[in-house]
């Protein structure tokens, strides 16, 4: 399954009247006080050698009625080819013969493809797809996922799974973006490649740390990508998510799993909950 990487974002200031957002774990109390419920900030790859799975997640998670991630049955997401590939376009309506040219070199020397065996596989391929195959050089060759972690656990216990969004949804963020904005966070990709894998190892030892306020700062300097100055990846998603999130808390346990860049800033989720009416109070690993 394709899996999106949202953790490059970039993000903005925020107030330091907020709560000090010093670790990925938060259990959130309900507005009665009655129930209780955790959240945990994710990075949805990382390193294998690093990773980092205490007990504590299993046996918080174990004892909730629901896991609810971004996207439910991560393991089971299948994509159909009209999600990832252009209809009545191709790549060239797109990105101009300069542009296209530095495509190319950078296939043949990452993919060891020449221009027609790229154009072959990729001439209908919609841009978030090379993204994702630029992407791919930055991260370690043997890698974990929290989401793929916490559902297992969830099926091998029998603990019911949901999500907040579908793959389609994700993907449609990419789309949400017009021409000239796609085009140019697959060139700002290309551009930061050198750079990119430095970057993820850095962000890796942050996140880490479990300072969400540093990852934000460290994240706030990361990109040039049409991506830093939109919403569309974050603070809407997370908007969108808080009714969901409160609806599954009206009489369950819910462990919510999504990636650590949603839950710091003032439209973060740690912000909105408090703003309804929850105790968020930070656990340590």
């Known amino acids: 399954m394709l899996r999106l990487l949202f953790l490059f974002v970039l993000l903005t200031n925020y107030a330091t009247s907020q709560v000090e957002k010093n670790a990925l774990l938060w259990e959130v109390k309900s507005k009665d ?4 419920s955790y959240l945990y900030g994710t990075m949805h790859l990382m390193d294998a050698k690093l990773f980092y799975f205490p007990k504590k997640l299993e046996k918080l998670l174990l004892k909730s009625d629901l896991l609810c991630m971004e996207i439910a049955n ?5 994509l159909s080819p009209d999600a990832l590939f252009l209809t009545n376009e191709s790549l060239s309506d797109y990105f101009n013969t300069e542009q296209m040219d530095s ?12 221009k027609e065996q790229f154009d072959t596989n990729f001439n209908k391929a919609k841009p978030f797809l090379l993204m994702q ?17 916490f559902e297992n656990l969830a099926i091998k216990n029998k603990i019911a799974t949901t999500g907040l969004e579908s793959v ?15 085009t140019e966070m697959v060139m700002s990709s290309l551009r930061e490649e050198a750079e990119a894998k430095n970057s993820f190892e850095q962000m890796q030892q942050i996140y880490l740390t479990q300072n969400l306020d540093n990852l934000y700062t460290f994240m706030k300097k990361e990109s040039d990508s049409p991506i830093a100055n939109s919403r569309v990846f974050l603070e809407n998603r997370n908007q969108n998510w808080i009714p969901q999130m409160e609806k599954m808390m009206e009489n369950k346990s819910v462990f919510f799993a999504v990636g650590a860049a949603h839950l710091a800033g003032p439209e973060g989720v740690i912000e909105l909950l408090i703003k309804k009416g929850y105790t968020l109070t930070p656990i340590k690993l």
């Open 33 to 36: 006080g009655k129930s209780l």
């Open 74 to 78: 991560i393991n089971d997401s299948d």
């Open 103 to 114: 495509i190319y070199r950078w296939a043949e020397q990452s993919m060891l493809m020449n």
């Open 133 to 149: 195959f630029l992407l791919q050089s930055s991260l370690p060759e043997n890698s974990k996922s929290y989401e793929k972690e």
């Open 168 to 182: 389609t949804e994700q993907l449609n963020l990419f789309t949400s973006f017009n021409k000239k904005e796609q």
